[in-house]
């Protein structure tokens, strides 16, 4: 009984997390929309794509390795925290130094000076987004959602009141956007260190080696997931090509909207990822389904009431963007029907991460890739915006084809570990306290 108020705390809590984040990225949105041009939106949308691909590479990286094993006897350790902690450091910096290098070489070559600071505020917003989401990974599979949510809440309150006030200076530029947006973060990540610093500690042979460990288990993640995510970039391509760069706008602009449940999808996989990787070692394979079903059942409720909202009133909500855009609601819906189709393959790559079954995730990702992309080949030219909308879709259910069949392979050939499971489940239940 205990157990299941835990479970209900906990999940009210990771999704409240998840409405203030999704809540603070839609109207920072609409805040930047609303005052800059639509094509430096444009820009801005297309800079921050690149943030979303940096993030992703992350998450697989650095957040993956240590939901897989930080449950495990020899890696529930202080050094191993505070090597996920370094190698996130480490990543941060080297990606911040990249950007910056690049806007030094634009304005060398005679770019505007307006534009070549988009690249420092673009690295600072970087660097200190990268850290947020550390700091939610290493939250999530602590289950203290409580703290995090109050820390997230300052983010959102941070970042919103200065765009605000930058409205209200006439100061208002992406530049400035984008340093508020990182300076948000600064605050309450430096009290998340503070708060857990007895709960890491840094030691460099231990750095290296766990380095090398993680980066073993997610090379064919990163692998796997940049060819995945492909469409992201090459469907926007195609999209200019048979509807120009004003098409590209709109596409843009009901991504946003759609984004919403983009971002509760990324939030469910947080807290049900570390569920489903910590009942497989508590519970053995029964375990790990149950969590990847009750996984599956919150995430097409919310999902398909999301989708439900966009086919009726998308349009409407499209108008906060601008009045130009309330003739293609139906678009949003066909967007977020792709989200909620694309979350099941996530599910079932809980249970192939909870396995360590990191190469497995590759067919499904590469699938997804090539389905989305060789649709809107074809798609694209007859149906319009609504075709690449229903190439991801297609795209979405391959994935979740050929992960779900790769998960079913991986239970049938999964031989447990009986001596990590008590210890294991003892660890899990001190930090859920």
């Not at 706008?249 to 909207?257: E, F, K, T």
């Not at 084809?401 to 447990?416: C, F, S």
Request: charged share 10%; with cysteine; hydrophobic share 50%.
């Amino acid at each position: 009984m205990a157990e299941g108020k835990g479970k209900l705390k906990n999940s009210v809590l990771a999704l409240s997390d998840q409405v203030v984040v999704s809540a603070g990225s839609f109207l920072s949105g609409i805040i930047i929309c609303r005052n800059t041009s639509e094509a430096d939106f444009g820009v801005f949308c297309l800079a921050w794509s690149i943030i979303t691909f940096l993030r992703v590479v992350q998450e697989r990286m650095i957040a993956a390795p240590y939901l897989a094993f930080t449950f495990r006897p020899s890696f529930n350790r202080k050094t191993y925290r505070g090597s996920s902690i370094s190698h996130q450091a480490f990543f941060a910096v080297l990606i911040s130094c990249i950007v910056m290098a690049v806007s030094i070489i634009a304005w060398l070559f005679g770019y505007e000076a307006g534009l070549a600071w988009q690249g420092p505020s673009l690295a600072f917003a970087l660097f200190f987004s990268l850290a947020r989401d550390q700091m939610r990974t290493v939250s999530f599979t602590d289950f203290t959602f409580l703290r995090l949510l109050v820390l997230d809440f300052t983010v959102v309150a941070t970042q919103l009141v200065g765009l605000l006030i930058l409205v209200w200076l006439n100061c208002f530029s992406l530049t400035s956007a984008n340093f508020t947006l990182g300076f948000g973060c600064i605050g309450p990540f430096v009290a998340w260190l503070w708060l857990t610093k007895s709960q890491y500690t840094f030691e460099v042979k231990a750095i290296v080696l766990d380095w090398f460990h993680n980066w073993h288990y997610a090379q064919w993640l990163v692998g796997s997931r940049v060819l995945g995510i492909a469409p992201m970039v090459l469907v926007p391509v195609l999209i200019v090509r048979h509807e120009g760069d004003e098409g590209n706008a709109i596409y843009g602009v009901c991504c946003s909207l759609v984004g919403v449940s983009a971002m509760f999808a990324s939030g469910f996989n947080n807290l049900f990822q570390s569920r489903t990787v910590l009942e497989l070692q508590r519970n053995g394979i029964r375990g790990m389904l149950i969590a990847i079903a009750e996984s599956m059942v919150v995430v097409s409720v919310v999902l398909t009431c999301l989708s439900g909202v966009f086919l009726f009133w998308g349009g409407n909500l499209l108008a906060i963007f601008g009045s130009q855009y309330t003739s293609f609601g139906f678009l949003t819906f066909l967007l977020s029907v792709s989200t909620l189709v694309v979350s099941f393959s996530a599910m079932f790559g809980y249970g192939l991460a909870a396995l360590q079954k990191s190469r497995d995730f590759f067919w499904g990702e590469v699938s997804c890739g090539i389905v989305s992309i060789v649709s809107a080949l074809f798609l694209l030219p007859r149906y319009g915006l609504n075709g690449a909308a229903y190439a991801t879709i297609l795209g979405g259910f391959a994935a979740t084809l050929v992960t779900g069949l790769t998960l079913a392979r991986g239970v049938r050939l999964y031989e447990p570990n009986p001596d990590s499971i008590n210890v294991i489940a003892g660890s899990a239940s001190m930090k859920s306290k």
